[in-house]
């Protein structure tokens, strides 16, 4: 204790100097975590993006081939990955027919077909059917092969206004061997037609003719040299494949492939669209000299981020180019850092981007900068690192100064509780094992005295030193008289054996306590008349307890034997069984010396026996109360005592009733 004292006093004495130390080594343990954290989960996104490309040559090549495509894996943070071989793009493969559209197609007017159509339309009236007559489609001179196509497209609109399905699906195939439309308010018809047919064969509930229909569109796109619009092209394949998926009737392999095609053909659309909104900085990506020894270059473009993985990550000329979802890549990585700023929360910094916001951590409002780390893979992200207000060192090293003298004292106090308690434990033992001592004396003598008349008596008996009758007579009733009290101190110290092993000792019977008590009432009445005791008893009948009639007998026996043990005539003494509320009630009231308030607390203990000059005179083996106290504990019911020295005693036992 005094080596403990005197660490604890030299520790509290360095604490400023330990708390400042304290906090270097967490900064630096905090910034070492923060870099190791963000560069493992990098590692993670790179390792997620060379498994997901290794699925990239498993894409299908041909038409048949798209509903059965290999699963894709999806990469937290990354929005699109791009595989080449040998300088060539491998996936998405549709990417080499990419032609951008804008340049293909002129601005367009309206003819005056258009522009009456398009103005009825949006003035709610009639359309003006004459002006889309047959005769109009006629090669007459003074209509181009454009104006013809839009006159007919025309009739379209008015046969499917008018329900005319069969007309509008003839007139569409017309239209549908004119590629390259144009109209004036799309620049290219071509996927506008295809929807229009695709839902005519829907209306009508030619489900067959709808799927054949719409992968006739997909084996003529993929068949086609360029790609030249395709936000609309996604749009009609993405509703076609989606209707075609509603199809009740549609059997389930049909269903799975379908489901495949919408997957796999819809991330191609989506790849090939953001390479070609960003083409310049792909072909800088993949052309940079400035390769990484790691494998990865990251190359940036306004809100464009991408990175490029090469070799040693991937074999030979293979290399990856991956787009990163800014905001899933952010979180991602930002989820790790909070994990281990939680841990350092004692240690201030800050994470921000290039534009000074913060990203992670706080900025105290007086606190200095220790030092700037600028991460390596995200150069825009920067760590800052902030001194320790002195304040604060202070009420920690105060803090922590009270934790070190509480626990000191809380020790002391600990140690002069547990002395305590350990003297009066052996304080206790000490009563105890004095008790058992006198216990064991009481028994002796309690079993001897009783033995040596008996055997005296016997022997005199046997002898022939007893010739009168009279005397013979005497003789077997005091031996009589000395066995019975030898068996009830034999069954005394058996009953409270069989209470040590618990319940499991007893046989439980509803029973009537009456009749029990008055038995012992019976059995023990000539005890006290011998002694001149008067007696008076009230037993009501139907008493009744569920318990062990042995237990229960001995419960009696002890306290009508201790009323007339501890009452000097004359006295009296009151036993009553009755019946009280839910209750069944025992009580034994005697006029005997009493038992003193600071003793009766003790007076159920083992072996326990008031230690005032009556009882020292009367012979007792000290178990006659616990027995009554087992008695009532195992059987569930309450013990009383009311009693004054001199007054006399009253022991009440309730018991639960039973029906």
């Known amino acids: 204790m005094a080596i403990l004292s005197y660490l604890s006093f030299r520790n509290i004495q360095n604490e400023n100097y330990l708390i400042q130390k304290n906090f270097d080594e967490n900064r630096a343990s905090l910034q070492k975590e923060l870099e190791e954290a963000l560069e493992k989960e990098q590692g993670k996104i ?24 290999a699963n894709f894996k999806d990469v937290n943070g990354i929005e699109a990955i791009f595989l080449y071989n040998n300088g060539s793009l491998v996936y998405p493969d549709i990417s080499s027919k990419l032609f951008s559209y804008t340049e293909h197609f002129s601005s367009t007017k309206p003819t005056l077909a258009e522009a009456t159509l398009y103005q009825s339309e949006q003035d709610n009236d009639r359309l003006p059917e004459a002006m889309f007559s047959r005769e109009m489609l006629a090669h007459s001179p003074l209509l181009s092969p454009k104006e013809q196509a839009l006159n007919v497209l025309g009739l379209v609109r008015i046969a499917y206004k008018s329900k005319d399905y069969n007309e509008s699906l003839r007139l569409l195939k017309i239209l549908e061997s004119k590629p390259k439309l144009q109209g004036y308010l799309h620049s290219d018809l071509t996927r506008s037609i295809n929807l229009l047919h695709f839902d005519i064969l829907v209306k009508m509930k030619k489900h067959q003719e709808a ?81 990484s020894k790691a494998g990865i270059l990251f190359k940036s473009e306004g809100n464009v981020t991408l990175f490029r993985m090469s070799y040693p990550l991937l074999s030979g000329n293979q290399i990856v180019i991956a787009k990163i979802d800014e905001d899933a890549y952010s979180n991602r990585i930002l989820d790790k850092l909070k994990n281990i700023a939680q841990r350092w929360n ?39 690192l902030y001194e320790k207000d002195v304040g604060e060192i202070r009420k920690e090293s105060r803090h922590r100064m009270f934790l070190m003298y509480s626990l000191l004292f809380f020790s002391l106090v600990t140690v002069l509780f547990g002395s305590f308690f350990m003297l009066r434990f052996f304080i206790q033992e000490h009563k105890l094992l004095a ?9 002796s003598h309690e079993l001897k005295t009783p033995l040596t008349s008996i055997k005296m008596f016997a022997e005199m008996m046997a002898r022939g030193r007893v010739m ?31 209470m040590e092993h618990g319940t499991g000792a007893f046989k ?51 306290l009508i034997e201790n009323a007339i043990k501890y009452t000097n005539a004359p006295g009296d ?87």
Request: glycine share 4%.
């Open 435 to 443: 008790m058992k001592a006198n216990f064991l004396s009481s028994v």
């Open 346 to 384: 004692n240690v201030p910094f800050s994470i921000s981007d290039a534009k000074d916001s913060l990203i992670l951590g706080s900025i105290p409002d007086s606190a200095n900068v220790i030092s700037q780390v600028a991460f390596n893979a995200i150069p825009s992200w920067q760590l800052s």
């Open 573 to 659: 003494i009151e036993i009553k069984v009755y019946n009280e509320d839910d209750r069944a009630v025992f009580s034994v009231i005697d006029t005997g010396v009493g038992i003193p308030s600071s003793e009766q607390k003790n007076i159920f203990n083992d072996f326990y026996r008031v230690g005032d000059e009556m009882t020292r005179s009367t012979k007792g083996s000290g178990l006659g109360l616990a027995i009554v106290k087992r008695v009532a504990e195992t059987h569930k019911a309450t013990i009383s005592l009311v009693s004054k020295p001199g007054k006399g005693s009253n022991f009440t036992v309730r018991f639960r009733k039973v029906d």
């Open 468 to 498: 009168k009758v009279e005397k013979v007579q005497e003789y077997s009733g005091l031996i009589n008289k000395e066995a019975s009290r030898l068996e009830n101190l034999i069954g005394a110290i058996l009953n409270y054996t069989r």
């Open 508 to 558: 439980w019977e509803k029973l009537d306590f009456s009749v029990c008590a008055k038995k012992v009432f019976e059995a023990v009445e000539d005890i006290g008349v011998e002694k001149g005791l008067s007696f008076k008893t009230h037993f009501d009948p139907n008493v009744y307890v569920m318990g062990d009639y042995t237990a229960l007998y001995s419960l009696a026996q002890n």
């Open 46 to 69: 790179f390792q997620e993006t060379k498994a997901a490309s290794l699925f990239l040559y498993e894409q299908p090549k041909s038409l048949l081939e798209f509903g059965n495509a």
């Open 211 to 291: 799927e054949d229909y719409c992968l006739s569109v997909l084996n003529q796109f993929l068949q086609e040299q360029t790609i030249e619009d395709i936000p609309s092209t996604r749009f009609f394949f993405e509703t076609a494949f989606t209707q075609i998926l509603s199809f009740e009737n549609l059997k389930q392999d049909k269903r799975e492939a379908f489901w495949n095609l919408r997957s796999n053909f819809n991330r191609q659309l989506g790849y090939t669209e953001i390479l070609m909104h960003n083409q310049e900085l792909f072909q800088n990506t993949l052309h940079s000299d400035n390769s």
